[in-house]
């Protein structure tokens, strides 16, 4: 969209490349649309929020406060000894937490879909070198996207994006 401001533009307007005008009262009553979607300057967080120092206190309330069950204070926040490379804790039968082998970390790649078949959850291939300005596809391939290049707005779209103000 090309534009040309006349010299005084509250009286004058934007004059578009087509011959169109847009009134400087268009174009305020357009400006305080998109203004409306922002906080105001006055724009402050009143009594319903909390300080960060207002908000440890209350948690440290909470964590020192009577509510906690001992099988929670005993069982659950105890962390055992004798944990190992490779090992995670989990939670045992009983509520205890144990130290546990990971015995479940080969991963495959994700498998990419075609027409007719689905692909497979995985772990997403690695992009080679040189390769910074591509996505993933869905058939699980990095390619460059097959349309960055545009032009300018046609005038029927700018004319009707602006024919109710």
């Known amino acids: 969209m090309r534009c040309l401001l006349n010299n005084n533009i509250k009286t004058g307007g934007i004059k ?21 979607l922002f906080a105001p300057k006055s724009h402050n967080h009143d009594d319903r929020y909390y300080t960060e120092s207002e908000m440890n206190t ?3 309330e909470k964590a020192n406060s ?12 105890h962390i055992p000894s004798g944990g190992k490379s490779g090992q995670f804790l989990k ?6 937490t144990v130290w546990a082998a990971d015995n479940n970390t080969t991963y495959a790649s994700m498998t990419g ?21 591509r996505y993933l596809r869905s058939d699980g391939t990095w390619a460059i996207p097959p349309n960055t290049t545009y ?9 009707n994006l602006f024919k109710n103000l």
């Open 151 to 159: 032009g300018e707005i046609p005038n029927e779209q700018i004319d």
């Open 91 to 96: 939670w045992n039968s009983d509520g205890t």
């Open 58 to 60: 209350k948690l440290e």
């Open 66 to 77: 009577s509510t906690l069950t001992s099988h929670i204070a005993n069982k659950a926040l």
């Open 113 to 133: 879909a075609t027409p007719t078949v689905a692909g497979k959850q995985g772990l997403v291939p690695a992009p080679t070198a040189g390769t910074s300005n």
């Open 16 to 36: 578009l490349d087509d011959n169109k005008v847009l009134t400087y009262p268009k174009l305020s009553l357009f400006l305080s649309e998109i203004k409306k």
